[in-house]
């Protein structure tokens, strides 16, 4: 058992525990098998809600996924049975005012939510529960959402006199359209697993206990294409959502730039010969 520090954007998180590929945190676990990293909110008792220290490690966990070579793709998911997160930690709201609030939400898009958007390893949530609040905006950062039957989506914070602060309302009128959109924010409505796969919010519905198989069974079809490409996938379909870039022009320049890389020759040479490409992420 060791313990360690990792310093980021001026704060200190302490790793408890590195064993096996496993790193355990105050609040996640950290697990990487297959070049497959597995992130795990766990507060169980509080439903995995996102508190200062949920928001801090899971920005070191996510600079570390970004950074590691080892690691090709992640996982984010919930502990327990019954919650992938639900919600910001309430508890932290009562001694906010407008700065704090301000500050809370811009630090938890700047740490933790653009963060995932923009990673350029595929980061995909497995929802095994309860995806409220800053839950289902955890969800929607992440590049695509299975879910398991038992899971429930909604952007609840109209109920405390509050709307979404981790990029809510941008992120689910981009994946539900603005009408459900709209109706989901001022209500404050729950639905569940299978409206959200209608609504397209979530891509796959799968039993809790096949979960994770499904998410890293897809996974590890991205992690055998070449990185390079699936990165510059990534880049090309948010510019959609960047008011600052021209998605098509930003799409021909990736698609220029992959013909000088090795992945690109062999992929090609590799369907000529009738053979499996060997990616090496060049
Ligand atoms: N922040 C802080 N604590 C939370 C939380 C949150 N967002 N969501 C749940 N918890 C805590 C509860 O306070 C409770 O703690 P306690 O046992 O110390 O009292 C524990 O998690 C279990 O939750 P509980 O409400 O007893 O479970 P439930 O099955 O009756 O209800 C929910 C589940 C998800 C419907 C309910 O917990 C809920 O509405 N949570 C808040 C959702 C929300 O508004 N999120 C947006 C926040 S901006």
């Known amino acids: 058992m060791h313990a360690s520090s990792a310093l980021f954007a001026g704060h200190i998180t ?3 525990t590195f064993e096996k590929n496993i790193f355990m945190y105050s609040s ?3 697990q990487t098998e297959d070049h497959i990293c597995t992130i795990t909110i766990n507060r169980p008792d509080k439903l995995n809600a996102l508190n200062k220290t949920v928001i801090e490690e899971l920005g070191a966990a996510i600079d570390d996924v970004n950074k590691n070579p080892e690691i090709r793709s992640a996982i984010i998911t919930g502990s327990g049975p019954k919650a992938f997160v639900a919600g910001a ?11 704090g609030g301000k500050g ?8 933790v939510f653009s963060k995932i958007e923009q990673s350029t390893k595929p980061i995909i949530a497995a929802v095994n529960g309860f995806a409220l609040g800053g839950g289902c ?10 879910a398991s039957d038992n899971a429930k989506f909604g952007q609840p914070e109209v109920n405390l006199g509050l709307i979404p602060g981790y990029g809510g309302t941008q992120r689910l009128v981009q994946l539900i359209g603005k009408g459900r959109a709209m109706e989901l924010l001022m209500t404050g409505n729950m639905i569940d697993a299978s409206t959200a796969l209608q609504y397209g919010l979530v891509n796959h519905v799968i039993s809790q206990e096949e979960l994770l198989n ?5 996974l590890a079809i991205i992690n055998s294409k070449a990185p390079l490409a699936v990165a510059a996938c990534i880049k090309a379909a948010n510019a959609v959502f960047d008011e600052t870039k021209n998605g098509l022009a930003l799409e021909i320049e990736l698609f220029g730039k992959l013909f000088d890389t090795s992945d690109a020759k062999e992929g090609t040479a590799a369907f ?10 060049k």
């Not at 905006?137 to 299975?146: K, P």
């Open 14 to 16: 302490t790793i408890l």
């Open 272 to 281: 000529l010969e009738k053979r499996k490409a060997n990616f090496t992420g």
């Open 214 to 218: 499904k998410t890293k069974a897809i």
């Open 28 to 30: 996640l676990i950290v």
């Open 104 to 111: 809370l939400a811009q630090k938890g898009q700047d740490l």
């Open 137 to 146: 905006e955890l969800a929607m950062s992440c590049h695509f959402r299975v």
């Open 89 to 99: 930690d309430i508890s932290e709201f009562t001694s906010l005012s407008a700065n």
